[in-house]
C-alpha cells in the first residue's frame, strides 16, 4: 500500500510556508506523494472551508521545484470547469518539469455557483467530464499533432509539446463516491478516488465494477481525515491510536483499497509534521 500527503493549500492557515514546510516534511519522511487539494472561484455561500485556498496546477508547478523525488498530485481537479485543453497542456509542462512526477484526480464538483462563475454549465458537467477525460489521454499520447471531435470539445492537428515524460501520461484517477463516479472510473481511468466512508459501502460500489475492471491494474485510492488524539466512531475517518489506525487501514486494504491519502487535523505545522512522523514511524511499517 501507499500512503500520499494532503497538503495544507486552502484554510484559513494556508500560506506558502505551510504548503512547502509539509511538501519537504513528506518528502522526507517517505511519503509516496503530496495533492493539492482544488477550488477556483467558489461563491460566498459556498466557501467556508474552501474560500481561501492556493490554485492547484501553479502551486504544483511551484512544489515541482521545491521538491526532488516524491510525486505530485491533486485531489481533485474539477475538471468540467475547465477547458480539458488547458489541463492537458498544464499537466503536461508540470511533468515535464518536475521528471515525470505528476499524478491528477479529477472530479466532477458540487458547486452550481462555481461553475456560474467560471461561466460553464453545471447541468451536463458528467457528460462534459467523460468528453473531457477522453480529451487529457488522446493529448497525453506524445503523437506530433492530435485531433479530436466530440460534442463538447474539438481541435485539429493540435500540438502539445513538451509531452509527458510518463509514457501515456500521468497517473489519472477519477474522483467521487457514488456508483456513477465508479463506472466512470473503471471506463475511462487507471483509479477510483472516493471519499473515506464504511468499507461495507465502498465494497458494494467496487463489486458492481469487477466485470467492467477485468482484472486490469486499477488503483483503489480513499481520502482520509486522520487525528491520533480523538477515538470517535467515524466510519469514514482515521481516529485514536496507531493501532487503532492500522487495524482501520486494514478493513479498507482488504477491500481492495491500494492507496491512501492522508489530511492530518492539525492546528499547526509543527503539529501536523508531528502526526506524519507518528503515522511514518507507527503505521506505515505494517504495510510494507
Request: no cysteine; hydrophobic share 40%.
Amino acid at each position: 500500500m501507499k500512503f500520499g500527503l494532503i497538503l495544507p493549500n486552502y484554510g484559513p492557515a494556508a500560506s506558502r510556508l505551510s504548503i512547502i514546510d509539509a511538501a519537504q516534511r513528506a518528502e522526507s519522511l517517505g511519503f509516496d506523494s503530496i495533492w493539492l487539494t482544488d477550488h477556483l472561484a467558489l461563491p460566498q455561500a459556498d466557501s467556508e472551508r474552501f474560500g481561501h485556498i492556493y490554485e492547484s496546477l501553479s502551486t504544483s508547478a511551484y512544489l515541482a521545484a521545491g521538491t526532488n523525488t516524491i510525486k505530485l498530485g491533486i485531489s481533485s481537479l474539477v475538471l468540467p470547469q475547465r477547458n480539458p485543453v488547458e489541463v492537458a497542456k498544464a499537466v503536461a509542462t508540470i511533468d515535464d518539469l518536475s521528471g515525470g512526477r505528476t499524478m491528477l484526480a479529477a472530479g466532477i464538483g458540487w458547486s452550481a455557483g462555481e461553475y456560474n462563475n467560471l461561466g460553464y454549465s453545471f447541468s451536463d458537467r458528467a457528460k462534459r467530464m467523460n468528453e473531457a477525460v477522453q480529451v487529457l489521454r488522446v493529448l497525453w499520447q506524445g503523437q506530433p499533432a492530435v485531433s479530436f471531435s466530440g460534442n463538447y470539445y474539438s481541435f485539429k492537428d493540435l500540438v502539445l509539446s513538451p509531452a509527458p515524460i510518463q509514457n501515456g501520461g500521468p497517473p489519472l484517477w477519477l474522483a467521487g463516491d457514488s456508483i456513477y463516479a465508479a463506472r466512470r472510473a473503471a471506463l475511462l481511468a487507471d483509479g477510483w478516488h472516493p471519499n473515506a466512508s464504511s468499507p461495507q459501502t465502498i465494497s458494494s460500489k467496487l463489486d458492481q465494477i469487477k466485470s467492467i475492471l477485468s482484472n486490469r491494474p486499477f488503483t483503489i485510492a480513499i481520502r482520509f481525515r486522520l487525528d491520533f488524539k480523538f477515538s470517535e466512531d467515524d466510519s469514514g475517518g482515521l481516529y485514536g491510536s496507531p493501532s487503532k489506525v492500522i487495524q482501520k487501514l486494514k478493513d479498507y486494504r482488504a477491500i481492495g483499497m491500494n492507496y491512501a491519502l492522508i489530511n492530518f487535523i492539525a492546528e499547526s505545522n509543527a503539529q501536523r509534521g508531528q502526526q506524519m512522523k507518528i503515522f511514518i514511524n507507527e503505521v506505515a511499517p505494517a504495510f510494507l
